[in-house]
């Protein structure tokens, strides 16, 4: 007997409606998943449709992600992210030749958690390693590009020599949270204490597309003035384009003074914050902003008078300007303890909001350093760099020749871990403040 033979039947197919919701889950299932991922996959779920961006860029869940998982444990997204990315080639190349190994592509200093780490191996780390002609490695290494500067994820880069180079590639503004790069027609120019750029984004509230902004303070030896030059992003050239170059006259106070490169510049309401010293690097510290929008300068004293001694001769290199729950704020030092002060928007003045003694945590994160009763030599702390909104601020312990590494101190829970190595030495601070670039990306 054959075998039976097994009858078909035919199924209709189900109409395109019924597949589409079957594979659609509801939008409050989706959010509960995505907030138990990571950083990299929350941004990749908002690219996916118009409804699910809505949802996921809505500034509860933003919060929620970035502050909180949803089981109370730690957040899944860093609100901030303080780091260093390497720099002066030369250097690198020194010790390459040399059998050195190469620096790391991106150094995370704070914070020491899960999410941090895996978001920048995952994401940071490839973005700067990658290869061919659209990677910060192909700059930096084969096209001669120096790092100069770094803010809030966007990194500018200029060319060390510019023999062959077309003028419109000479600066590179490079986004290190998309891997997109702009660049922008200029003569490489002799960066620090009297010109420098300012990298702007969208979270920072300046109208327009505005995302670079050049000042040039060489005028106040002279005019007593600055010249501003911004440059916008044009969809006709496909570039930045430069701005006309605005002359702005700044205070008497700030006459034959320069920029202080120990401190980092500060973005708050739409104005620039500078910290400047004298012309001869020493004293009459004193903060110069720049309004963006209204194209004026303003000046902001600083309480020097109730600092140490040292802060009104040369004690400039540990001072540090940084904004703190929306609040200008500024860090001095005095042997091993940390002073937070704090600006009133209201009335301009400062108040001393804490005073962070470092010794007992140094015991343990340095404990070769001398053990009490004190002998000489004393360890002092001096300050290497910060975070502009992350609240971060690290510093190396020493005591006479000797260093005892640096130490990373979260100025609003104090806590405090150390970071081996001398990553400030031959890199530049990077920064991100992940929840405003979140909350601004844009909703279709």
């Not at 980092?264 to 010293?277: D, E, N, T």
């Amino acid at each position: 007997m054959s075998p039976c033979k097994r009858r078909r039947t035919s199924t209709a197919a189900p109409p395109p409606e019924a597949t589409l919701v079957a594979r659609t889950l509801p939008s409050d299932l989706m959010l509960e998943i995505i907030a138990r991922t990571d950083a990299a996959t929350l941004v990749r779920c908002a690219a996916c449709c118009k409804p699910l961006r809505r949802d996921i860029l809505t500034p509860d869940f933003i919060r929620r992600v970035c502050h909180a998982g949803p089981d109370g444990g730690a957040a899944v997204v860093p609100a901030r992210l303080f780091g260093y990315l390497p720099t002066r080639r030369k250097f690198t190349k020194q010790a390459e030749s040399q059998g050195a190994p190469p620096p790391a592509a991106f150094s995370l200093a704070h914070p020491a958690t899960p999410a941090a780490a895996d978001f920048a191996e995952k994401h940071l780390v490839p973005v700067f390693s990658r290869g061919g002609g659209d990677g910060i490695h192909a700059l930096t290494r084969s096209s001669a590009y120096e790092l100069f500067t770094s803010r809030n994820g966007l990194a500018v880069f200029q060319r060390s020599y510019s023999v062959g180079v077309p003028a419109n590639q000479r600066i590179c503004v490079y986004d290190l949270m998309t891997g997109d790069r702009t660049f922008i027609f200029g003569s490489p120019e002799p960066l620090g204490v009297f010109k420098t750029y300012v990298p702007l984004a969208a979270s920072d509230g300046i109208s327009g597309s505005i995302f670079l902004l050049k000042a040039d303070f060489t005028g106040l030896r002279l005019s007593c003035s600055i010249k501003v030059q911004t440059v916008s992003w044009s969809t006709d050239e496909g570039s930045g384009v430069w701005g006309p170059a605005i002359t702005s006259a700044a205070s008497h106070r700030s006459h034959g003074c320069q920029l202080n490169p120990c401190c980092g510049v500060v973005v708050l309401g739409g104005s620039i914050h500078w910290v400047m010293r004298g012309w001869t690097g020493r004293g009459r510290l004193h903060v110069l902003t720049y309004k963006v929008g209204a194209r004026t300068t303003g000046i902001i004293e600083l309480p020097l008078e109730r600092l140490p001694k040292g802060y009104g001769e040369f004690a400039e290199s540990n001072l540090r300007l940084v904004a703190t729950g929306g609040r200008l704020t500024m860090l001095t030092k005095e042997k091993l303890e940390v002073s937070v002060w704090v600006m009133s928007a209201d009335t301009g003045n400062w108040a001393l909001n804490a005073v962070i003694d470092t010794e007992s945590p140094l015991r343990s994160l340095a404990p070769e350093m001398p053990q009490p009763p004190l002998s000489p030599p004393y360890p002092w702390i001096l300050f290497q760099s910060s975070g502009e909104r992350s609240g971060v601020l690290t510093f190396s312990v020493k005591t006479q020749h000797r260093f005892h590494g640096i130490i990373v101190l979260d100025i609003e829970t104090k806590e405090m871990h150390r970071v081996d190595g001398e990553m400030d030495l031959y890199a530049i601070p990077f920064e991100v403040d992940l929840e405003s670039r979140l909350l601004a990306m844009k909703t279709f």
